[in-house]
């Protein structure tokens, strides 16, 4: 399971092909930096990534441009190089950011770095990019396409096209009043069918929106698998959710009662103190389990966390790459 959750790992975050191919090493300090990235903990990443993306791996130059602009809240120097290396070798990502530079703090700051192109010139390839490849009926590249354009039809025609990640976005725009449907009860029925759609397409937000369109039609068989699923999957909030279920006699949607998995879940987002709020969301709860337990059933839940954390992928807060 270790092996297969890590090919999938990588193949998701890769857009288009590695401009070159990493040592083992390498490839390593990578997975641990986007690790590290998606758990908030932006310091310890970025030194990993630099690694790959030092070796001109066009992913790992993006995620660290990333991190370094989270870290300090504007372009740097690093940050634009990171970017523009990426850019470079196709990464529309990156493309995306340098078109958008315009509007960065550094701007007010006055401390812009130099760049190789403006950002109306990168904007410009990316789109072209884009463009081709949705014409190729990539669905990735047509949400693409929707967030350089804002037309709602790309957005539309990625969830379409099965991208999980445009589903969901959709689907959430519907449930906060976009769009016109009538008679109005086929809005409904467009959030269940998207949520549904990207919850299968393993994305876990998906995942627990469509766990929010089961819990309105009660239908709690369905909603207890979602839930562990995308607690499976790695996803934080999940795993919170699952393991707060699991805790309460009776519980609010039928699940079982179990306090030493539960202790264990919630005591695994401990780890989550890059920020993200989940550690002390965390902290405040196992206080609460504990009391249902005796110190000898505490300690079997961290052991039974430290397995779930070897046998299941790393706890992520699944940002957006953009």
């Excluded at 354009?149 to 025609?157: A, C, F, I, Q, V």
Aim: net charge neutral.
């Amino acid at each position: 399971m270790r092996a297969n959750w890590f090919i999938t790992f990588l193949t998701a975050l890769s857009f288009s092909a590695l401009a070159t191919e990493l040592t083992p090493d390498q490839q390593v300090a990578k997975t641990q930096g986007l690790v590290f990235y998606n758990q908030f903990k932006t310091t310890l990443a970025i030194p990993k990534l630099r690694i790959a993306a030092d070796a001109g791996d066009q992913e790992a130059q993006y995620y660290l441009g990333e991190a370094i602009v989270r870290k300090s809240k504007h372009m740097t120097s690093e940050a634009q190089g990171a970017y523009e290396a990426s850019a470079l070798n196709g990464n529309i990502y990156s493309m995306i950011r340098l078109a958008g530079s315009s509007d960065d703090l550094c701007v007010t700051m006055k401390n812009c770095p130099s760049a190789q192109k403006t950002p109306a010139e990168w904007k410009k390839i990316a789109l072209e990019k884009a463009q081709a490849e949705a014409s190729k009926g990539d669905a990735e590249a047509m949400y693409l396409m929707f967030r350089l354009s804002g037309d709602d039809k790309w957005l539309e025609r990625s969830a379409e096209a099965g991208y999980a990640l445009a589903q969901y976005r959709l689907a959430t725009a519907y449930r906060s009043g976009k769009g016109f449907f009538l008679p109005p009860s086929k809005r409904a029925e467009a959030v269940e069918r998207l949520m549904k759609a990207s919850a299968e397409g393993g994305y876990p937000l998906g995942m627990m929106g469509y766990v929010e369109v089961l819990a309105s039609n009660k239908q709690f068989d369905l909603l207890r698998f979602w839930n562990q699923t995308a607690a499976e999957s790695g996803y934080a909030s999940a795993v919170f959710g699952y393991g707060s279920y699991l805790s309460k006699v009776p519980s609010e949607f039928a699940f079982p009662y179990d306090p030493v998995k539960s202790y264990a879940l919630i005591f695994s987002l401990l780890e989550l103190d890059g920020g993200g709020g989940m550690r002390d969301y965390a902290s405040d709860k196992l206080p609460e389990i504990s009391e249902k337990l005796t110190p000898e059933q505490i300690e079997q839940a961290k052991q039974i966390s430290k397995d779930w954390k070897a046998t299941h992928p790393p706890l992520s807060y699944f940002p957006d790459k953009l």
